[in-house]
């Protein structure tokens, strides 16, 4: 499987980018938000890739952060969302807001999105509500600091440990505020016992 794909770009279209990489073009599907961040033809590109093989076709989907890979990979586990409805609806709203909508319930922002009706959203937000971060604050409008390496390690073995993700967020918090040193056992020892 092709996860990461590092290049020149040859072109580069809303929705579609062609990435050069060892005297192969790759064909690439991006949302809005990757696009809009693509530097110039001619410059290289890093992008984070989910490679879809079918008995027809090998498709590739490139994202420029992590978050928008992994938001992009919930969205498929959806029943009847496939790629290219997942790449309209990360194109059709900013990940952030699209995580607040799910996780709040706001349906009648996500059927604004092209391609998503009524019966789509509440599947979506019925099978993502409890798998996406805690939305972002009221009050200040803005995310949480984005997690460090080993936060994310320290998460990730709470998930696999079958931890929900925003207890294991809040888990990970509070052993930081517990004063745990910042390494990966210490911090993953503490986060597991608050998780409990």
Request: net charge neutral; with cysteine.
């Amino acid at each position: 499987m092709i996860a990461h794909l590092r290049g020149t770009i040859l072109e580069k279209h809303p929705n579609q980018v062609i990435v050069e990489a060892g005297g192969v073009g790759y064909d690439v599907a991006v949302p809005i938000s990757t696009f809009s961040q693509l530097p110039e033809t001619g410059a290289e590109v890093r992008l984070r890739i989910h490679t879809q093989v079918r008995e027809d076709a090998l498709s590739l989907f490139g994202f420029l952060t992590q978050d928008e890979k992994n938001l992009f990979e919930k969205l498929i586990s959806v029943s009847n969302i496939g790629p290219s409805l997942a790449i309209k609806v990360l194109s059709g709203m900013a990940a952030g807001d699209l995580q607040n909508a799910i996780r709040r319930n706001e349906l009648d922002k996500l059927v604004r999105i092209p391609g998503v009706g009524k019966k789509t959203a509440e599947r979506i937000v019925l099978e993502l509500r409890d798998k996406l971060p805690a939305p972002v604050s009221e009050d200040t409008g803005t995310p949480a600091a984005p997690l460090s390496r080993i936060d994310e390690d320290v998460l990730s073995a709470l998930i696999n440990l079958g931890c929900a993700k925003p207890a294991a967020e809040l888990a990970i918090k509070k052993a930081h505020l517990a004063g745990v040193a910042d390494q990966f056992e210490p911090l993953f020892r503490k986060a597991l016992e608050l998780a409990r």
